[in-house]
């Protein structure tokens, strides 16, 4: 059997000018998470990310704590990227705003309001799965999810036997394939996505035309230090 790592990006800069760039907390916890792979003597034959620069940048770090990786090379697939938050948000905020009137003040201030930020962006992110009308402002969750589907087929399709293959990554897209493999229902697929913390690791394993779960939101890099502060969820 074969394995897939679908690996979380660190923590990126929530509230910052440019979410898309790792914190300080998430170059660390890149680096843990590299380092915790050589340990184990895990090595990948291929790394694949999105072409968001929290996730090139997760797996560069990663892998440069990881001195006996036999590649350093991240090919890239957009499949891979997060959905677009900004448009999301664009499209759906207005329906809570109705009956929620300082929603967009935690929206627009998420860094000093993150608690009330994410029971904000937790309505905004049901409204956008469950909605079954084709929207032209955002990208469907539907389409969402099998856009993922095709960038999982691709690495399927490239994948030697028994290899082991790293995903750098971001949450909605764990989710999705998540989603794929289980068949559950998108509103519970998400209630797992809130759980899933930075540079996590969910592995699936593929052979004989099948791809299923093995682990879901490994963290034991980061929990063998005990320190609360490296585990973060944005």
């Given at each position: ?14 509230g ?55 590649t ?9 990227n997060?959905?677009?938050?900004d ?11 109705e ?24 309505q ?56 794929l ?12 996505n ?41």
């Amino acid at each position: 059997m074969g394995s897939i790592y679908l690996i979380r990006h660190g923590q990126a800069s929530l509230g910052a000018a440019d979410y898309d760039v790792l914190s300080p907390i998430g170059i660390e916890q890149s680096k843990l998470l590299g380092q915790h792979f050589d340990q184990l003597g895990v090595t990948f034959d291929r790394c694949v990310a999105g072409q968001m620069l929290r996730q090139i940048d997760t797996g560069k770090h990663a892998l440069a704590a990881m001195p006996h990786a036999p590649t350093t090379t991240i090919d890239s697939d957009p499949a891979f990227n997060e959905y677009h938050s900004d448009k999301v948000i664009a499209t759906y905020l207005p329906r809570i705003i109705e009956s929620q009137p300082d929603a967009r003040y935690y929206i627009e201030n998420a860094g000093q309001h993150r608690k009330e930020f994410q029971g904000i962006f937790s309505q905004v992110i049901t409204h956008w799965i469950t909605d079954e009308s084709r929207c032209d402002t955002c990208e469907p969750w539907t389409d969402f999810v099998e856009r993922v589907r095709g960038g999982l087929e691709r690495v399927l399709a490239a994948a030697g036997r028994g290899q082991n293959i790293a995903i750098f990554t971001s949450g909605g897209a764990i989710t999705a394939a998540l989603q794929l493999i289980t068949h559950m229902p998108a509103t519970s697929a998400f209630e797992l996505n809130w759980q899933i913390v930075n540079t996590s690791v969910s592995r699936l394993q593929y052979g004989k035309g099948k791809l299923s779960l093995a682990s879901f939101n490994g963290q034991a890099h980061l929990d063998l230090h005990k320190r609360a502060e490296w585990l973060t969820y944005r």
